[in-house]
């Protein structure tokens, strides 16, 4: 079936107007769509946005990570080999990440990651041939926010989840930091970290970004204002 | 996360929940009339190297029946729907990685397997796996009079002379999978292919609105 | 050379013979295989019947018993078929309990002979309630090389054709049974179904139909085993499984019934002529 950008879209629909623009200038194929030899062709269910000026995608709904290059997510370390770290990062199988791909470690000083540790990590290599790579430095050798995450406390939601809180006219962030003080690292393969300042606010986070994941965004602002009351004690 | 309700003259009605199951990646149940089929959808994961390939997605499916030990029949049916999943996903998209679809039998009163490759199909859709196109399973009987039922009930498909399946995909409608039982002439077949074909875009339509209900919010 | 060719790049190779309108073997896209089909091959089965199309081969036995029927159905008989891939067939088959494949084949020529009604289980039935035949039909492929169920169905019905069941007295009262093997009548077999596998190629401009597939071919068409199976009998259809590889174009529907129904008048001839 034909369809237009905006239309609910299911595998196998068609959309001419990408094929269109891809004639007079390049475009951008996101999640979800396929070039064959005719169309431009749909892969998963869901939306089918644009953003100019060529950007193409599908918004749908996921659970199972699959790697994909240069996003930010959260991973468990399962296993030393070598030089290398495993990271469970909740895909297919493990990826790989290096003593090397710290900031400063060197042959000698080796960074001080254990079993068990939660990394935040950059994808460096991700394609469906290879073993997935992470890094904890940027291209300057820096270590930016990534890292060990210390402390803290990590649960699993589905990939729009962290989509929809991630994206910046979603209020539910906004709204959530003038109420109380909390760190947040959200991966994109549906894991996030959070850390407050007693467990009472930690779960409330929890609870206010789970809660998130089918209201609206008047819905959400509304939410948080009563999760921050329930918090503070005026109504119980 | 979605219920909903789908009447047509022509087909049973159709009530369908997405991510009925929290832990799998995709599931959905489905109730078509009085049949009702519970379906999981879980992967890309991880598995062993022996069924691992370089080409494709491993892909295993189980079925199991409401009640008594797995039988022959049984192997049938799984067999119909991986080799039917198998041309909708675009397997070559997760090399040596495995898909496995589980499939419970919660009520048959006729359909069964029909059901169950529309209700694989869905919770397909909500697992997120990228797919060539999505599919629609459509069953019918031909009566002693030659007459043409489709989605028979379950005393019309012990009465009937033969019974007839077949699946579309979405792009040209073109049979994907065809399975009969019985006898009949090539003319009842010709027949029954072509007002399957058509009322299988109901099916399209009813998927298209289970999407859209969800996809408002997800967003 | 062209051996290399094949396993180094199977599909390249395979769509190269396509592309020029050729099979691998050298037979045309709608062209079968040449069937030599042996009736009482086996000389300690009460009936049996040997087929070999290209190199599928294919040996069905049939050995009797008798039982005492179902209470649901008392005066019907049964027939058990089973069809076994053993490892001597194919490097596919590991030895052990039958596989899911060869669970599936046997689902689906058991599906075909009840489907096509050639044979009246009360035919099988001596006395009601008492006393029926059993007929255990064995099929054991000695070479998998393609359209296995082709040749199953082929072997298992001139067997059948060539059955004939012994005599039997019954005494109600003192429920003894006397079998009679010097007086035998021919089994009735009403009708002759024969099935005709295709195998469906996608290749990039159209998908191209492969009549009688070869393993090759099969399995560079996808799926497991052949795509399409079409079960004419006596001018009616009493089967159409579609299973896996490419979609069937519209267009070409009509035409593959076409094809099945002259290749079965053609096997229809055959067993004829094996058994006169």
Redesign the interface.
């Given at each position: 079936?034909k369809v237009k950008i905006g239309d609910?879209v299911?595998?196998?629909?068609y959309c001419d107007e990408i094929t269109a623009d891809g004639v007079k200038s390049k475009v951008v194929l996101g999640p979800?769509l396929?070039k064959e030899?005719d169309h431009v062709?749909i892969?998963?269910?869901?939306?089918l946005?644009k953003r100019n000026p060529n950007t193409f995608w599908v918004?749908?709904?996921?659970?199972?990570y699959?790697p994909s290059r240069s996003e930010n997510v959260i991973g468990i370390v399962v296993q030393k080999a070598g030089d290398l770290y495993r990271v469970d990062i909740g895909?297919?199988?493990t990826a790989a990440l290096s003593y090397l791909s710290f900031e400063g470690a060197t042959k000698k000083n080796r960074p001080e990651v254990q079993i068990g540790d939660v990394i935040y990590a950059k994808m460096l290599v991700a394609s469906?041939?290879m073993e997935p790579e992470l890094v904890c430095v940027d291209s300057h050798g820096k270590k930016g926010r990534l890292g060990v995450l210390n402390d803290g406390f990590v649960f699993k939601c589905s990939?729009?989840l962290i989509r929809?809180i991630l994206?910046p006219i979603c209020p539910l962030l906004e709204s959530l930091k003038n109420e109380w003080p909390f760190e947040l690292a959200a991966g994109m393969n549906g894991r996030i970290w959070i850390k407050a300042n007693t467990m009472r606010e930690t779960i409330a986070v929890g609870y206010a970004i789970l809660g998130a994941?089918?209201?609206?965004d008047d819905e959400i602002k509304t939410m948080c204002t009563n999760i921050a009351s329930i918090l503070a004690g005026h109504v119980s | 996360m979605v219920a909903e309700d789908f009447k047509d003259f022509k087909l049973k009605p159709m009530k369908c929940e997405l991510n009925y199951l929290s832990k799998s990646d995709g599931s959905a149940i489905l109730a078509q009339g009085e049949t009702v089929v519970l379906a999981s959808v879980n992967g890309p994961l991880d598995i062993k190297i022996t069924s691992q390939s370089m080409e494709k997605a491993t892909l295993e499916v189980l079925f199991s029946a409401k009640g008594g030990k797995p039988n022959v029949s049984d192997r049938f049916k799984e067999s119909v729907i991986r080799q039917t999943c198998e041309t909708a996903i675009l397997g070559c998209l997760y090399p040596r990685t495995g898909i496995t679809v589980t499939i419970q039998e919660l009520e048959d009163f006729g359909g069964l397997l029909t059901c169950a490759v529309n209700c694989t199909c869905l919770a397909l859709l909500n697992s997120g796996l990228s797919m060539k196109h999505v599919v629609a399973a459509v069953g019918c009987a031909l009566d002693d009079s030659g007459n043409l039922v489709l989605e028979p009930t379950y005393d019309q498909i012990q009465s009937a002379a033969a019974t007839m399946h077949f699946v579309f995909d979405s792009r040209a409608k073109t049979l994907v999978t065809g399975f009969t039982t019985g006898i009949f002439s090539e003319g009842a077949y010709d027949e029954a292919l072509e007002r399957c074909r058509a009322a299988s875009d109901l099916v399209f339509d009813f998927y298209r609105e289970v999407v859209a209900t969800y996809c408002k919010v997800i967003g | 050379m062209s051996d290399v060719y094949k396993v180094i790049h199977p599909n390249k190779y395979f769509n190269d013979y396509i592309s020029l309108n050729v099979r691998p073997d050298g037979r045309k896209f709608d062209e079968q295989r040449s069937i030599k089909l042996n009736a009482n091959a086996i000389s300690n089965a009460d009936a049996s019947a040997l087929i070999k199309c290209g190199n599928t081969t294919v040996v069905c036995g049939i050995t009797l018993e008798l039982a005492t029927p179902k209470a649901e159905e008392p005066d019907h008989g049964f027939l058990v078929t089973n069809v076994e891939l053993l490892p001597l067939c194919s490097s596919k088959f590991k030895p052990g309990p039958p596989s899911d494949y060869a669970q599936v084949i046997s689902n689906t020529v058991n599906d075909i002979i009840k489907n096509s009604k050639c044979i009246d289980l009360k035919d099988l039935c001596i006395v009601s309630d008492k006393l029926a035949w059993v007929l255990y039909c064995d099929m054991v492929c000695l070479d998998n090389d393609g359209s296995i169920i082709d040749a199953c169905i082929t072997t298992l019905i001139t067997s059948l054709k060539s059955l004939s069941l012994p005599a039997v007295s019954f005494d109600v009262e003192t429920e003894e049974v006397k079998v009679d093997i010097s007086n035998k009548t021919l089994l009735k077999v009403t009708g002759l179904p024969v099935a005709t596998s295709f195998a469906i190629y996608q290749s990039p401009e159209s998908n191209i139909v492969l009549t009688d597939p070869t393993t090759f071919e099969e399995e560079m068409c996808g799926g497991i085993g052949a795509n399409l199976i079409v079960c004419w009998n006596q001018g009616l259809l009493c089967g159409v499984q579609k299973y896996g590889g490419g979609n069937i174009p519209t267009e070409s529907q009509k035409n593959l019934l076409q094809v099945a129904k002259k290749r079965s008048k053609l096997v229809e001839e055959v067993i004829e002529t094996c058994l006169s």
């Amino acid at each position: 079936m034909k369809v237009k950008i905006g239309d609910v879209v299911l595998p196998g629909d068609y959309c001419d107007e990408i094929t269109a623009d891809g004639v007079k200038s390049k475009v951008v194929l996101g999640p979800g769509l396929r070039k064959e030899v005719d169309h431009v062709y749909i892969m998963k269910a869901g939306v089918l946005r644009k953003r100019n000026p060529n950007t193409f995608w599908v918004d749908s709904y996921q659970k199972r990570y699959v790697p994909s290059r240069s996003e930010n997510v959260i991973g468990i370390v399962v296993q030393k080999a070598g030089d290398l770290y495993r990271v469970d990062i909740g895909g297919s199988c493990t990826a790989a990440l290096s003593y090397l791909s710290f900031e400063g470690a060197t042959k000698k000083n080796r960074p001080e990651v254990q079993i068990g540790d939660v990394i935040y990590a950059k994808m460096l290599v991700a394609s469906k041939d290879m073993e997935p790579e992470l890094v904890c430095v940027d291209s300057h050798g820096k270590k930016g926010r990534l890292g060990v995450l210390n402390d803290g406390f990590v649960f699993k939601c589905s990939l729009n989840l962290i989509r929809k809180i991630l994206n910046p006219i979603c209020p539910l962030l906004e709204s959530l930091k003038n109420e109380w003080p909390f760190e947040l690292a959200a991966g994109m393969n549906g894991r996030i970290w959070i850390k407050a300042n007693t467990m009472r606010e930690t779960i409330a986070v929890g609870y206010a970004i789970l809660g998130a994941e089918y209201l609206s965004d008047d819905e959400i602002k509304t939410m948080c204002t009563n999760i921050a009351s329930i918090l503070a004690g005026h109504v119980s | 996360m979605v219920a909903e309700d789908f009447k047509d003259f022509k087909l049973k009605p159709m009530k369908c929940e997405l991510n009925y199951l929290s832990k799998s990646d995709g599931s959905a149940i489905l109730a078509q009339g009085e049949t009702v089929v519970l379906a999981s959808v879980n992967g890309p994961l991880d598995i062993k190297i022996t069924s691992q390939s370089m080409e494709k997605a491993t892909l295993e499916v189980l079925f199991s029946a409401k009640g008594g030990k797995p039988n022959v029949s049984d192997r049938f049916k799984e067999s119909v729907i991986r080799q039917t999943c198998e041309t909708a996903i675009l397997g070559c998209l997760y090399p040596r990685t495995g898909i496995t679809v589980t499939i419970q039998e919660l009520e048959d009163f006729g359909g069964l397997l029909t059901c169950a490759v529309n209700c694989t199909c869905l919770a397909l859709l909500n697992s997120g796996l990228s797919m060539k196109h999505v599919v629609a399973a459509v069953g019918c009987a031909l009566d002693d009079s030659g007459n043409l039922v489709l989605e028979p009930t379950y005393d019309q498909i012990q009465s009937a002379a033969a019974t007839m399946h077949f699946v579309f995909d979405s792009r040209a409608k073109t049979l994907v999978t065809g399975f009969t039982t019985g006898i009949f002439s090539e003319g009842a077949y010709d027949e029954a292919l072509e007002r399957c074909r058509a009322a299988s875009d109901l099916v399209f339509d009813f998927y298209r609105e289970v999407v859209a209900t969800y996809c408002k919010v997800i967003g | 050379m062209s051996d290399v060719y094949k396993v180094i790049h199977p599909n390249k190779y395979f769509n190269d013979y396509i592309s020029l309108n050729v099979r691998p073997d050298g037979r045309k896209f709608d062209e079968q295989r040449s069937i030599k089909l042996n009736a009482n091959a086996i000389s300690n089965a009460d009936a049996s019947a040997l087929i070999k199309c290209g190199n599928t081969t294919v040996v069905c036995g049939i050995t009797l018993e008798l039982a005492t029927p179902k209470a649901e159905e008392p005066d019907h008989g049964f027939l058990v078929t089973n069809v076994e891939l053993l490892p001597l067939c194919s490097s596919k088959f590991k030895p052990g309990p039958p596989s899911d494949y060869a669970q599936v084949i046997s689902n689906t020529v058991n599906d075909i002979i009840k489907n096509s009604k050639c044979i009246d289980l009360k035919d099988l039935c001596i006395v009601s309630d008492k006393l029926a035949w059993v007929l255990y039909c064995d099929m054991v492929c000695l070479d998998n090389d393609g359209s296995i169920i082709d040749a199953c169905i082929t072997t298992l019905i001139t067997s059948l054709k060539s059955l004939s069941l012994p005599a039997v007295s019954f005494d109600v009262e003192t429920e003894e049974v006397k079998v009679d093997i010097s007086n035998k009548t021919l089994l009735k077999v009403t009708g002759l179904p024969v099935a005709t596998s295709f195998a469906i190629y996608q290749s990039p401009e159209s998908n191209i139909v492969l009549t009688d597939p070869t393993t090759f071919e099969e399995e560079m068409c996808g799926g497991i085993g052949a795509n399409l199976i079409v079960c004419w009998n006596q001018g009616l259809l009493c089967g159409v499984q579609k299973y896996g590889g490419g979609n069937i174009p519209t267009e070409s529907q009509k035409n593959l019934l076409q094809v099945a129904k002259k290749r079965s008048k053609l096997v229809e001839e055959v067993i004829e002529t094996c058994l006169s």
